[in-house]
């Protein structure tokens, strides 16, 4: 089984950087796209992003559009979420999940699987 674990999440400011990180325990990585949802108290999950097995193909949410960029080394077994412009609404705790493709699933999480624990993001002054 496929085993993700999600990390990097913290306290910023608004208008502030920070990266996330999705890492996978087994090599078969690279067999699946990957999500990114977010979850703040009292709210539906929302996808946030995902990128393909290839990472040709890379699918954004309105709301992070021309803010977030994800990205993926299959080489490490790693998928990142660049989060840039941080607004307070991306306050969540955000999770990273598998999937056989992006443009089948996404935005549903539906059909995506092991998810892993979920990294919390603050973002206040």
């Known amino acids: 089984q496929l085993q993700l674990v999600e990390s990097g999440g913290g306290l910023e400011q608004p208008g502030g950087s920070l990266r996330l990180s999705c890492a996978a325990s087994?090599?078969?990585?690279?067999?699946?796209?990957i999500g990114w949802f977010r979850q703040a108290p009292g709210k539906e999950r929302e996808g946030v992003s995902c990128?393909?097995?290839?990472?040709?193909?890379?699918i954004y949410a309105d709301s992070v559009k021309g803010r977030f960029t994800i990205s993926r080394d299959n080489a490490k077994n790693l998928v990142y979420l660049q989060m840039n412009s941080l607004k307070p609404e991306d306050t969540a705790i955000y999770y990273c999940?598998?999937?056989?493709?992006?443009?089948?699933?996404?935005?549903?999480?539906?059909?995506?699987?092991?998810w892993g624990q979920g990294t919390q993001l603050a973002v206040s002054s």
């Open positions: 087994k090599s078969t990585f690279d067999d699946y796209a």
């Open positions: 990128i393909s097995v290839s990472g040709r193909i890379k």
């Open positions: 999940a598998a999937a056989g493709s992006c443009r089948s699933n996404f935005p549903n999480p539906t059909g995506f699987a092991s």
